[in-house]
């Protein structure tokens, strides 16, 4: 289902042209017409559809369009029919049918269609082949793949993104066949190299996250926690969440292997990131494997620094960060806090304000802080700055912290926001100096 990118809005315009037609037609009348259009509006359908529910349609469409437009009858027809629905098959999980169409796409179109059209038929072959964990059996197809559209001269976009689907496809079966490591990295190379524009980000972010599995695998892991970091710059938590928690577990699986104290900070800071994506429902095992993780990762660090709290450790964390990084780290950290139950979210920011107030530039993570919970629901931000006057009020330092806060409350916020945070703080007890 390549081609030409579109807006959201485009899409959705576009279907209803397209149902317009569709409706408008009567398959008693003219049966080839009302097939091809329906072939159209399924293909559109099947664009904008964000969920397997979505899909049914689609799918009811194009089976009923292949039924006219039959193999023998109009065997490309038939090909790109058994195309879209592959692709819609392996999005809803079903490998089996999603192979039977790929199959039947690729044998209908060899030598039918442009050479690249038919090289993209078989890339999504050996794409639903290797998901199967038939990889000898999908490799020729995805070198096939690769040769013939390398071979295009002054390549369109379509036959680009093909391209790039293609070398991925390769490089992601030769790394899971245990292949060259150069193979590998060159094929995932090749998809950066390719996909600078603004419609490949996902491809050029999992070649970033392929060739940290890849490092990874061959103890290259310093390597792998750059390629790993590339990836979730890319794949963020908010355009692609699945894809940035399964970055930031494979990150959090390197640090710990690195071993130090450090790392393993790093590594309870990515695998806590996974935990909040990973739906506890839809995604048992890597939310499985990723408690696990942070299990180990909790012990090594309470062995290596036994008078430490995972809260010290994440403030050392921020501590061992400066600018923009110290505030993304951040931000993660009440990303992670502001789902919890109130009771919960209270305990968790009492003991972050606990470590926080223990350091000697606690100043300085007080503006990182008092800057991003202004970003937070106002109930984040009231339960934050109960905790921190709760924090100050037990401390030995409180005169010194209490005039902390109000420099920062002077150098971060203006006008009326200053005013309502200064309140809330006197609110629960904050005497400003």
Not at 62 to 86: K, M, S, W
Not at 284 to 313: K, Y
Not at 331 to 349: A, H, T
Request: proline letters at 3%; a negative charge; glycine letters at 6%.
């Amino acid at each position: 289902m390549s081609g030409p990118s579109h807006e959201p809005g485009d899409l959705i315009a576009k279907v209803a042209s397209l149902r317009r037609v569709f409706e408008s037609l009567e398959v008693s009348v003219n049966q080839d017409e009302w097939a091809y259009s329906a072939l159209r509006l399924g293909t559109a359908l099947a664009e904008v559809a964000d969920s397997n529910a979505a899909l049914q349609e689609p799918i009811a469409l194009l089976r009923r369009a292949q039924r006219v437009l039959t193999a023998d009858r109009a065997p490309v027809e038939h090909g790109r029919i058994a195309t879209v629905l592959g692709t819609c098959f392996r999005r809803i999980g079903e490998t089996s049918a999603a192979l039977s169409h790929m199959d039947t796409a690729a044998r209908l179109l060899r030598g039918r269609v442009s050479l690249a059209e038919h090289a993209a038929t078989e890339s999504n072959l050996a794409t639903v082949l290797m998901e199967g964990g038939k990889l000898v059996e999908a490799l020729p197809h995805a070198d096939l793949a690769v040769k013939a559209l390398a071979e295009i001269e002054a390549p369109d976009e379509t036959e680009r993104r093909a391209l790039i689907a293609a070398y991925l496809n390769r490089g992601l079966i030769r790394q899971a066949m245990g292949g060259s490591y150069n193979d590998s990295r060159g094929d995932f190379v090749a998809v950066l190299d390719l996909s600078a524009g603004a419609d490949t980000v996902l491809q050029r972010g999992m070649a970033h996250h392929a060739l940290g599995v890849l490092n990874k695998e061959h103890g290259k892991f310093t390597d792998a926690l750059s390629e790993f970091g590339n990836a979730s710059l890319l794949l963020t938590s908010s355009t692609f969440p699945m894809q940035h928690a399964i970055c930031r577990f494979n990150s959090a699986v390197t640090n710990e292997a690195l071993g130090d104290t450090s790392d393993l900070r790093r590594a309870l800071r990515d695998v806590s990131v996974a935990l909040t994506i990973f739906d506890q429902r839809l995604h048992i095992a890597q939310r499985s494997a990723a408690l696990e993780v942070r299990s180990r990762v909790i012990t090594a660090l309470a062995v290596a620094c036994p008078d430490m709290t995972m809260s010290d450790h994440q403030i050392q964390s921020l501590l061992e960060m400066q600018g923009d990084a110290r505030l993304t780290l951040m931000r993660e950290i009440f990303s992670g806090v502001k789902s919890f139950p109130s009771d919960v979210r209270s305990q968790v920011l009492l003991d972050l304000c606990d470590s926080l107030v223990k350091v000697p530039d606690s100043e300085q993570l007080m503006l990182s802080l008092v800057t991003v919970i202004m970003e937070f629901p106002d109930g984040v931000l009231v339960d934050t700055l109960s905790a921190l006057v709760a924090s100050i009020h037990d401390h030995s330092r409180r005169n010194d912290l209490s005039r902390e806060v109000d420099n920062v409350i002077h150098a971060v916020l203006h006008g009326p926001q200053r005013v309502r945070v200064r309140d809330v703080l006197e609110y629960f007890g904050w005497e400003r100096p």
